[in-house]
């Protein structure tokens, strides 16, 4: 399983970015799959997380209510869509995905593969 990233950029805060995540060589029918931000300095934090087939989404505090997390399945493809973006928003962002989904999906134990992670950055 390979997850990529792509989607991430300089952004002026109150902007938008849509954040994309493929998987290739994905073998398992439902999973999880979640979105993970890293700043210089600071622990890992969860962002959001969505279920297939399920379709639910799960966001931290840091997105409630600005990121949609969404999921296309056919194109093993899931996009974090990110609004109304602040300067603490920079971090490195990364996506992950849990084939077996056995704990809380805020936690980054539960998730089985990564990606690479990309770069945003939110100027003031």
């Known amino acids: 399983v390979q997850l990529q990233a792509s989607g991430g950029g300089l952004v002026q805060a109150g902007g938008s970015l849509r954040l994309s995540c493929a998987v290739s060589r994905r073998t398992f029918s439902s999973y999880a799959m979640g979105w993970f931000r890293q700043a210089p300095g600071k622990e890992r934090e969860f962002v959001a997380a969505i279920t297939w087939p399920s379709d639910s989404p799960y966001y931290g505090e840091s997105g409630q209510g600005r990121f949609t997390i969404s999921i296309d399945n056919a194109k093993n493809t899931v996009y974090l869509q990110m609004n109304k973006l602040k300067p603490e928003d920079t971090a490195v962002y990364y996506c992950?995905?849990?084939?077996?989904?056995?704990?809380?999906?805020?936690?980054?134990?539960?998730?089985?593969?990564w990606g690479q992670g990309t770069q945003v950055t939110v100027s003031s």
């Open positions: 992950a995905v849990s084939a077996t989904v056995i704990g809380s999906l805020r936690s980054s134990t539960t998730y089985d593969y």
